[in-house]
């Protein structure tokens, strides 16, 4: 994976974020909570990334939870889109989103047509996700082109997923009506199908290797396709947030060389009415625990501090950019 040129990319946003969360350092913070208040994560499905990652940020903070209070629980959900929607609604406290589906909800775009959400903000971005196209080797799919006519699973509703699936189609010119069958499956259901033969192929947009790939490549015979062609070029090139990359060769059983695609980066966002205390306590430990968590998963095994400041469209939450000030990792 070209994770420099991806991290490259994200600088841009990360500068106009900074700028822009300079002027909103006013928002005050209220006192330390002195009893016990639950917050939520909103993360993925349980076979994703984003679950067992949450399970981790929660372990950090709960660790410490006779300095602040705070009680973490994670909540499996449908992924970006509905995490975005739970926090502005106040329903979560902090949830995973991909860059693409944080910028699309700043601006009003895609999923968030009509409903823009000036109030959302960034914690820290922390690993690549790549928009991954896995089919059955007997549907032939070589490159994401091939799913016209084919049963094809474009995303849960509730996914970042499904809005970066639907701007390829879009990108690469094909219709919802030009595939034989557009599904919405969850997560945890998108590999059992397409080895139940119930689909030819689905698309995840995830951090690698993870489970869900791991096991349509070892249920069946399945191989990764490419996500290519001058749309694809033309919708990176106009993205900041996007970038090219690869899925390695050789990572998933029936897929030997690496497979070109393009990828986001997976972050943590929050409303700006979540409390400032609350943000940093949540910041605070997954840094100050850096190198426990990128021991968790091999999807952030990789990451620096520096660059989880990278790659964020809406501006830093209070919170966060106190600990970055603290930590000097901000000026
Ligand atoms: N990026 C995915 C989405 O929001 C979720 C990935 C995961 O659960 O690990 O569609």
Same mark, same amino acid.
């Given at each position: 994976m070209q994770s420099k040129t991806r991290f490259n990319l994200g600088l841009k946003a990360c500068v106009a974020a900074a700028l822009l969360a300079g002027g909103l350092a006013g928002v005050s913070a209220p006192a330390v909570a002195q009893q016990s208040k639950f917050i939520t994560v909103g993360t993925g %499905?349980?076979? &994703?990334v984003y679950y067992p990652l949450g399970g981790a940020i929660c372990r950090f903070v709960n660790a410490n939870r006779k300095d602040h209070g705070l009680r973490c629980t994670v909540e499996s959900t449908g992924g970006s889109v509905f995490n975005i929607n739970a926090v502005m609604a106040g329903d979560m406290d902090i949830g995973f989103a991909q860059s693409d589906t944080q910028y699309y909800a700043m601006t009003g775009a895609n999923a968030f047509k009509d409903k823009p959400q000036p109030k959302l903000r960034a914690l820290f971005s922390v690993y690549p996700e790549l928009l991954t196209l896995v089919a059955r080797?007997?549907?032939?799919?070589?490159?994401?082109?091939?799913?016209?006519?084919k049963r094809v699973n474009? %995303?849960?509703? &509730?996914?970042g997923t499904r809005g970066t699936t639907e701007l390829v189609m879009a990108a690469l010119n094909i219709?919802?009506?030009?595939?034989?069958l557009a599904s919405e499956l969850k997560f945890v259901e998108m590999a059992p199908a397409l080895c139940d033969n119930k689909i030819d192929a689905f698309t995840f947009v995830a951090g690698h290797p993870n489970a869900i790939f791991q096991e349509a490549a070892t249920s069946c015979a399945s191989n990764i396709a490419t996500v290519v062609g001058p749309g694809v070029d033309k919708l990176v090139k106009d993205n900041p947030f996007y970038a090219k990359a690869n899925v390695p060769?050789?990572?998933?059983?029936?897929?030997?060389n690496a497979q070109a695609t393009f990828g986001v980066l997976a972050t943590i966002v929050a409303s700006a009415d979540l409390p400032e205390q609350t943000a940093y306590i949540i910041t605070k430990a997954v840094f100050d625990n850096l190198d426990d968590f990128k021991k968790l998963h091999p999807a952030v095994a990789n990451i620096t501090k520096e660059q989880?400041?990278?790659?964020?469209?809406v501006p830093f939450h209070p919170g966060a950019i106190k600990y970055f000030k603290e930590k000097g990792l901000m000026k």
């Open positions: %499905g349980i076979v &994703g080797q007997d549907a032939n799919i070589k490159t994401f082109a091939d799913i016209k006519g474009i %995303g849960d509703p &509730g996914s219709k919802k009506e030009d595939l034989k060769g050789k990572m998933y059983k029936g897929t030997d989880m400041l990278e790659g964020n469209t």
